[in-house]
């Protein structure tokens, strides 16, 4: 489906997002209107699945970054455990997992106390029979880059 044109076009758009159209287009060698149809197709079979800005977290005071393993005691909550994950904003990330547990978390919060806050929340969901936590100190790499 993907031709080496659209390949080079994504990897320009992981580099930089906000590069303009125009000069998207001049550096791949192609008309505006010719990219643009490309990008439009690629945005409609969801390859290209959105455009993001990625803000500093402790500009707004969001100093602790968590992975929160749920462990649950049967799968028949699984719809309520989505739906709850949905719902909470500390919540970054929910991925099912094999092994250990069923879910993981990624979860941002401001402080200890509102870490404190959200486990209580997870742990009083129907279906959860306890959570493992464990704190980020630093983050070493952190991209949503597609090596392709």
Known sequence: MLDDLDITILKKLQENGRTKRSELAEAIGLSLPSLSERL??????KVIEGYYTKLNRHTFGFDIMAFILVIMDSS?????????????PEILECHAILGE???????????????????????SWQGVARTVTSFVLSTIKETTNLNI
Do not use: C
């Open 40 to 45: 439009k197709k690629l945005e409609d079979h």
């Open 101 to 123: 547990g069923s879910h993981i978390l990624k979860a941002l919060v401001k402080d200890s106390r509102a870490l404190e806050d959200l486990l209580a929340k997870i742990q």
């Open 76 to 88: 028949k909550n699984f719809d309520k455990l989505t739906d709850h994950v949905k719902k909470t």
